[in-house]
C-alpha cells in the first residue's frame, strides 16, 4: 500500500470512528510505534535511492496530517460523549413526584382516644397496667372466693398456676389501691384475653375500658349520672342508657350497662346493646386495702371497647378491627 493509499483507509476510518476509544485504536494502529506508518517507512529501503527522500517527506506530512484530522476527531466526539453523558444523567424536574401515602390512626385507636378525653374530661386519671397478670390481681383480690364458679366464666390462658393473661382490666383495681389513697378517679384502657368461642360480638383477644372511683359519699347515683354522661360524650345526647340488677364478686350492688341502639330502623335490631358491668365496689375490697368503708365508698364499671366501637360507626362485627383489611380501615378516616 503506498503512502495515499494508507492515508485514503486512515481518513476514511477516523471519520467513522464513533467512540473515544475507537479512536484511541485508531490511532495506535496507524500512528503508533509498531503502527501501519512506522511499517511504510521501513519499507524505505525498498525505495530506489533518488527517491528515498521524497517518499521520506510524503510520509511524514501525511503523518502530520493525520495527527490533526486526530485532534479534530478527538474534539467533536468527546462533545458528543459528555453531551449523552449530562443527558442520561439528567434530573428531570418536570416529572411528577410520586404520591405519599399517610397512614391513619385505627378506627379502635380513634375510639380510645374519644373514650380517654371523655373520661379525662370527667375528672379521671389514665395509666396503664401490665396484660399478663397474676391470678391474685385477675381473680383474688377482687373477692372471688377460691374455685368460685364465675371465674369459669373468664377461663384464659395462664402460663403457670400464678400467671395468666388478665381476663378483665379490672384487674387493674388492686394495683391502684396499693398504691393510690382515696380520694381517687381511676381509669385504664387495655387488652384482655379469654377463652372464647369467636363470633360477631366475641373474640379471643378484646380491649376493656375500667374505671375506678372511691371518695367520701359516693353512691348509686354518681355511678348512673357518670355513665349518662359518658354515653352521650360517645354517641351524642339522644341515646338513653339502661342499668339492670347483675352479679359480679366484686361490687355490691352490681348492674349491667347498655344503651339504646341508635342504627335500629322501623323496628329492625335490637333496641339496646350491652357495653359492659359496674356497680358499687364491693365493701370487702375496700377493707382488705384498709380504707374505712364507714367514711369512703366508690364505684366501678367496666366496657368493651370493640363494642363501643361497633356502636360508633355501624359495624355489625368486631372481627373486622382485626383482618388489617385497608378497604375496610380506609372508611375510618380521623
Ligand atoms: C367484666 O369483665 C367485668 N370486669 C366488668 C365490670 C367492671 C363489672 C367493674 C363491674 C365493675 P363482662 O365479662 O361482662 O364483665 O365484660 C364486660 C364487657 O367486655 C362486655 O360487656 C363486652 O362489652 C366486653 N367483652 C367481654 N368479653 C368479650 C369478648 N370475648 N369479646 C369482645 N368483648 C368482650
Given at each position: 500500500m503506498n503512502v495515499q493509499e494508507l492515508e485514503a483507509k486512515?481518513?476514511?476510518?477516523?471519520?467513522?470512528?464513533?467512540?473515544?476509544?475507537?479512536?484511541?485504536?485508531?490511532?495506535?494502529?496507524?500512528?503508533?510505534?509498531?503502527?501501519?506508518?512506522?511499517?511504510?517507512?521501513?519499507?524505505?529501503?525498498?525505495?530506489?535511492?533518488?527517491?528515498?527522500?521524497?517518499?521520506?517527506?510524503?510520509?511524514?506530512?501525511?503523518?502530520?496530517?493525520?495527527?490533526?484530522?486526530f485532534a479534530e476527531r478527538k474534539g467533536a466526539l468527546g462533545k458528543l460523549e459528555a453531551q449523552s453523558k449530562s443527558a442520561k444523567e439528567a434530573v428531570d424536574i418536570s416529572m411528577p413526584e410520586y404520591p405519599h401515602r399517610f397512614g391513619i390512626p385505627h378506627v379502635l385507636a380513634q375510639t380510645i382516644e374519644r373514650i380517654q378525653n371523655a373520661l379525662i374530661g370527667l375528672g379521671f386519671q389514665y395509666d396503664e397496667y401490665p396484660e399478663l397478670e397474676t391470678v391474685d390481681y385477675n381473680f383474688k383480690a377482687l373477692n372471688y372466693p377460691p374455685d368460685h364458679?364465675?371465674?369459669?366464666?373468664?377461663?384464659?390462658?395462664?402460663?403457670?398456676?400464678?400467671?395468666?393473661?388478665?381476663?378483665?382490666?379490672?384487674?387493674?383495681?388492686?394495683?391502684?389501691?396499693?398504691?393510690?389513697?382515696?380520694?381517687?378517679?381511676?381509669?385504664?384502657?387495655?387488652?384482655?384475653?379469654?377463652?372464647?368461642?369467636?363470633?360477631?360480638?366475641?373474640?379471643?383477644?378484646?380491649?376493656?375500658?375500667?374505671?375506678?372511683?372511691?371518695?367520701?359519699?359516693?353512691?348509686?347515683?354518681?355511678?348512673?349520672?357518670?355513665?349518662?354522661?359518658?354515653?352521650?360524650?360517645?354517641?351524642?345526647?339522644?341515646?338513653?342508657?339502661?342499668?339492670?340488677?347483675?352479679?359480679?364478686?366484686?361490687?355490691?350492688?352490681?348492674?349491667?350497662?347498655?344503651?339504646?341502639?341508635?342504627?335500629?330502623?322501623?323496628?329492625q335490631g335490637p333496641e339496646w346493646l350491652e357495653l359492659g358491668g359496674a356497680g358499687m365496689v364491693h365493701p370487702n375490697i375496700l377493707e382488705a386495702y384498709g380504707i374505712d368503708t364507714d367514711r369512703y365508698s366508690g364505684f366501678a364499671f367496666g366496657l368493651g371497647v370493640e363494642r363501643i366501637a361497633l356502636l360508633q360507626y355501624g359495624i355489625d362485627d368486631l372481627r373486622l378491627f382485626f383482618d388489617s383489611d385497608l378497604r375496610f380501615l380506609e372508611q375510618f378516616p380521623a
Open positions: 486512515a481518513i476514511a476510518e477516523i471519520e467513522a470512528a464513533e467512540s473515544l476509544d475507537a479512536l484511541e485504536k485508531l490511532h495506535t494502529n496507524y500512528l503508533g510505534r509498531s503502527g501501519e506508518y512506522t511499517t511504510l517507512l521501513r519499507s524505505i529501503g525498498s525505495i530506489q535511492p533518488d527517491q528515498r527522500k521524497q517518499f521520506g517527506q510524503a510520509v511524514n506530512e501525511s503523518k502530520a496530517k493525520l495527527e490533526s484530522l364458679p364465675a371465674m369459669d366464666d373468664q377461663d384464659t390462658f395462664y402460663l403457670d398456676d400464678h400467671r395468666l393473661l388478665r381476663t378483665q382490666c379490672t384487674a387493674f383495681q388492686g394495683r391502684v389501691f396499693e398504691k393510690i389513697k382515696p380520694p381517687l378517679r381511676q381509669f385504664t384502657i387495655g387488652r384482655c384475653f379469654r377463652n372464647e368461642a369467636v363470633d360477631r360480638t366475641h373474640n379471643h383477644t378484646f380491649m376493656q375500658v375500667d374505671a375506678l372511683m372511691v371518695d367520701k359519699g359516693v353512691s348509686m347515683a354518681h355511678l348512673k349520672g357518670t355513665l349518662t354522661m359518658f354515653a352521650r360524650q360517645m354517641f351524642g345526647e339522644d341515646i338513653e342508657v339502661r342499668f339492670r340488677p347483675d352479679y359480679f364478686p366484686f361490687v355490691e350492688p352490681g348492674v349491667d350497662y347498655g344503651v339504646t341502639n341508635p342504627f335500629r330502623k322501623n323496628g
